[in-house]
Nanobody, 120 residues
Framework: QVQLVESGGGLVQAGGSLSVSCAAS????????MGWYRQTPGMQRELVAA???????NYAESVKGRFTISRDNYAQTVYLQMNSLKPEDTAVYYC??????????????WGQGTQVTVSS
């Protein structure tokens, strides 16, 4: 069973920076794609950023140039550095571990979420 534990959320003023982390307990971490999603009340969860096992990244248009996703396979941790934060970035941020396509017995997993609040 994979465990994902997020940390680092909090309250920050607009224009500020915040970093969130996701520590995994997963023997397949190094070959999984990992991602960060966010969700606000009444809205669907949306992809913020993702990183492949090889380190390729993609970002939602709304965060490009402001957010950076990275991973440390040795520490089994994925990070999201958020700069130039805006009030509309306020959401619960969830860590996601994707199933490994070549390993049919693997599944997707979600962390418990961490609140990020950006005040104007």
């Amino acid at each position: 069973q994979v465990q994902l534990v997020e940390s680092g959320g909090g309250l920050v003023q607009a224009g500020g920076s915040l970093s969130v982390s996701c520590a995994a307990s997963d023997r397949f971490f190094s070959i999984r794609a990992m991602g960060w999603y966010r969700q606000t009340p009444g809205m669907q969860r949306e992809l913020v950023a993702a990183i492949t096992s090889g380190g390729s990244t993609n970002y939602a248009e709304s965060v490009k140039g402001r957010f950076t996703i990275s991973r440390d396979n040795y520490a089994q941790t994925v990070y999201l550095q958020m700069n130039s934060l805006k009030p509309e970035d306020t959401a619960v941020y969830y860590c996601h571990a994707a199933r490994v396509p070549s390993l049919s017995f693997t599944s997707d997993y979600w962390g418990q979420g961490t609140q990020v609040t950006v005040s104007s």
